[in-house]
């Protein structure tokens, strides 16, 4: 069985960091697309970063410059490196696995940034 699990979210002030951690079980992350998505209260959830089997990586405009998405194949676990977070930055955060499509989804991890 596949399982996703993300950690490392928490309150930080506006210009601060956080480390997002999406640890895997069943699954190895390298062969497949490790997507990072968030979904603000009253927002419909939107693509942050991912990367691929290839370790290309992909990011929101939202969020290039900002945002680094790396993987540690060791530890099987992808991470997602914010930084000058901004207030709407604020959302829960899922990590996601697939190939075409993400067919294996984390439960999420709070982030709030406050101004």
Same mark, same amino acid.
């Not at 480390?19 to 968030?38: D, H, K, N, P, V």
């Given at each position: 069985?596949?399982?996703?699990?993300?950690?490392? =979210?928490?309150?930080? &002030? $506006?210009? !601060?960091?956080? +480390?997002?951690?999406? /640890? @895997?079980?069943?699954?190895?992350?390298?062969? *497949?697309?490790? =997507?990072?998505?968030? &979904? $603000?209260? !009253?927002?419909? +959830?939107?693509?942050? /970063? @991912?990367?691929?089997?290839?370790?290309?990586? *992909?990011?929101?405009?939202?969020?290039?410059?900002?945002?680094?998405?790396? +993987?540690?194949?060791?530890?099987?676990?992808?991470?997602?490196?914010?930084?000058?977070?901004?207030?709407?930055?604020?959302?829960?955060?899922?990590?996601?696995?697939?190939?075409?499509?993400?067919?294996?989804?984390?439960?999420?991890?709070?982030?709030?940034?406050?101004?």
């Amino acid at each position: 069985q596949v399982q996703l699990v993300e950690s490392g =979210g928490g309150l930080v &002030q $506006a210009g !601060g960091s956080l +480390r997002l951690s999406c /640890a @895997a079980s069943g699954r190895t992350l390298s062969s *497949y697309t490790t =997507g990072w998505f968030r &979904q $603000a209260p !009253g927002k419909e +959830r939107e693509f942050v /970063a @991912a990367i691929n089997w290839r370790d290309n990586t *992909y990011y929101a405009d939202s969020v290039k410059g900002r945002f680094t998405i790396t +993987r540690d194949n060791a530890k099987n676990t992808v991470y997602l490196q914010m930084n000058s977070l901004k207030p709407e930055d604020t959302a829960v955060y899922s990590c996601a696995s697939g190939t075409l499509t993400y067919d294996y989804w984390g439960q999420g991890t709070q982030v709030t940034v406050s101004s």
